[in-house]
């Protein structure tokens, strides 16, 4: 099955207590998207970070399009994600920010894959398909004019249009968004709504994106999950969820 699935999974920091997160089983249909929403504190970033594989669960598997990845590392699972403050490099130009995570991805993978399927594939993209990809996502998001600018030279929804390029031109199947629109003004946010709904039109992968917002899910999600201490209490259709009493 594709999309992601979340398998009897558990996550307790520090070993004790209540967990901050416990999915016994939830899946997020592949090309949705889906938003996760809840109250600060209800483990919407634990679930983001389980699916990166930047946290471990203590228990349970994480399948994404059919393949259990619970052991694959970051950078190996297709998956990438968009930070709440963009994380983007002060010191690179748009165009440099853009191309700095294939460009890790080619050295990776030349280091990983290099003695296991030698000329296989392997090395990651080339320079020219990494000029090719960042020219594309630029155009995408509308930055060609922007591309030798710094992010100190660049308004907050600039910002966040390269953070989105710079985690779109790997191509990830799932894209991941930590409350994307919290850094913008409330001005910003109708439109940046619109412009995800549009790219995830575009590019057709799942994505799933985190927000405390009602409203925001509720815009924007073919599917929504509604957390609540750790836990899934609705998951559906927009329709679906809030039929329910
Ligand atoms: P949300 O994203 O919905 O605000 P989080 O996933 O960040 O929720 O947090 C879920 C719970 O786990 C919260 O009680 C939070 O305090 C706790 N928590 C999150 N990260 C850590 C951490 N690194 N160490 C200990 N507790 C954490
Ligand atoms: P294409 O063959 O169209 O150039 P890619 O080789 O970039 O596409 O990606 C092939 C598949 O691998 C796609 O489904 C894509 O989502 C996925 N993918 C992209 N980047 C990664 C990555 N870093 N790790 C694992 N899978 C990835």
Redesign the pocket.
């Given at each position: 099955s594709g999309g992601v699935h979340f398998r009897g999974i558990m996550r307790r920091y520090g070993g004790t207590g209540r967990p901050a997160l416990d999915v016994a089983d939830l899946h997020l249909p592949h090309r949705s998207f889906t938003v996760i929403v809840g109250p600060s504190g209800c483990g919407k970033s634990t679930a983001l970070r389980v699916i990166t594989g930047l946290e471990t669960p203590d228990e349970g598997r994480l399948t994404i399009?059919g393949v259990d990845v619970t052991a694959t590392p970051p950078?190996?699972?297709?998956?990438?994600m968009v930070f709440q403050d963009f994380a983007l490099y002060p010191h690179l130009t748009v165009e440099q920010n853009i191309a700095f995570s294939l460009r890790l991805?080619a050295k990776h993978?030349r280091g990983r894959l290099g003695l296991l399927r030698r000329g296989a594939?392997g090395a990651g993209?080339s320079r020219g398909?990494i000029s090719r990809?960042v020219t594309e996502a630029c155009v995408l998001l509308g930055l060609a004019d922007l591309r030798h600018r710094r992010p100190g030279q660049l308004s907050g929804g600039e910002r966040q249009r390269v953070g989105l390029a710079r985690a779109i031109v790997?191509?990830?199947?799932?894209l991941l968004l930590d409350e994307p629109l919290s850094a913008l003004d409330a001005q910003l946010r109708q439109q940046a709504r619109a412009e995800l709904v549009r790219l995830h039109r575009e590019l057709g992968?799942t994505v799933v994106l985190v927000t405390h917002d009602q409203l925001e899910a509720l815009s924007m999600g073919t599917h929504l999950v509604v957390m609540n201490g750790g836990r899934v209490a609705q998951a559906g259709t927009p329709e679906q969820v809030y039929r329910r009493p």
């Open positions: 399009n950078g190996a699972r297709g998956v990438s991805e993978n594939g993209p398909e990809r790997r191509r990830p199947s799932v992968n």
